[in-house]
């Protein structure tokens, strides 16, 4: 049979450059969670998805009544879950105050990372029951969080600090809208939520791998300039940044290229081994990337995980 995997946020960028690679191989069929219905649909039909390749559910990850009633209608459909690739993201850097979702969370680490630790663990159940030769839940990671790199070293740096903000409900009410408690700013939220990503891969790996036979992932599919990642940058930055990342950098990878990445990483033999950060050299070969320091701390791992289970409800 078919493989069944859900994208989240697979309305633009790498998300639906993902998922047209694996719809176009004919052996999956793609589940688009998106927030926007009609923008999924003509997204679908723009990169040219067959209609019978793929199913477009809602999902607000900024709502987590969402997330569950999402892995709901997923449950009615009654189709297998093969793989979870946990894509979507939004990002901040030019705003000056916080903003929240339904919960209540800053909007960027809410969304980024607590949106989807509630839906990967829900989900963690379905995938566990799938009689697929190959699972595998993915979180996309990136660089900027990564402190051992250049791109990481960019201020703001990630730093969840001892996550006393994260512990407070993150609400900019009685505690900081920021992780570490810090004063609010909008690229170093971004990057906390990627670390928050990265370091909930691994206490994936850790907890249920052996048990489960699941691969946890994570990647950096390269700089994919073009996206609507950058849509909330300043028009002078949108202008420069793709060619900087060309010639400069040469960092920079097409959508098309970081859709087959990810594709890869959702399906290929080789790329089976869990606990992994997968990165690709400028031949486009993939290689196990090393995390930063606190990007691979299985103490801030586990803290994280646990505080995360208080604010989704689910300890
Ligand atoms: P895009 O902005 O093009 O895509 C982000 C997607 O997330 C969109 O489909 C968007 O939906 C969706 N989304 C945002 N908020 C929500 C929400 N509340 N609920 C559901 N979906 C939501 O960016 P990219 O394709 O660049 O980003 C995809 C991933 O790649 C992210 O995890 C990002 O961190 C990562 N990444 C990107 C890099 C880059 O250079 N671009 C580099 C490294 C990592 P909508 O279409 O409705 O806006």
Known sequence: ???????????????????????????????????????????????????????????????????????????????????????????????????????????????????????????????????????????????????????GNVPPKANLGDLRGLA??????????????????GAKAYKDSKVCNMLTMQEFHRRFHDESGITFSSLYPGCIATTGLFREHIPLFRILFPPFQKYITKGYVSEEEAGKRLAQVVSDLSLAKSGVYWSWNNKSASFENQLSQEASDAEKARKLWEVSEKLVGLA
């Open 1 to 151: 049979r078919k493989g069944n995997v859900i994208i989240t946020g697979a309305s633009s960028g790498l998300g639906l450059a993902t998922a047209k690679a694996l719809a176009d191989t004919g052996k999956w069929h793609v589940i688009m969670a998106c927030r926007n219905f009609l923008k999924a649909e003509k997204a679908a039909k723009s990169v040219g998805i067959t209609k019978e390749n793929y199913t477009v559910m809602h999902l607000d990850l900024s709502s987590l009544d969402s997330v569950r009633q999402f892995v709901d209608t997923f449950r009615r459909s009654g189709r297998p879950l093969d793989a979870l690739v946990c894509n979507a993201a939004v990002y901040l850097p030019t705003a000056k105050e916080p903003t929240y979702t339904a919960e209540g969370f800053e909007l960027s680490v809410g969304t980024n990372h607590l949106g989807h630790f509630l839906l990967s663990r829900l989900l963690l159940d379905d995938l566990k029951k799938s009689d697929y030769e190959q699972k595998r839940l993915i979180i996309v990671g990136s660089i900027t969080g990564n402190t051992n790199t250049l791109a």
């Open 168 to 185: 407070g409900g993150l609400n900019g009410l009685n505690s900081s809208a920021m992780i570490d408690g810090g004063e609010f700013d």
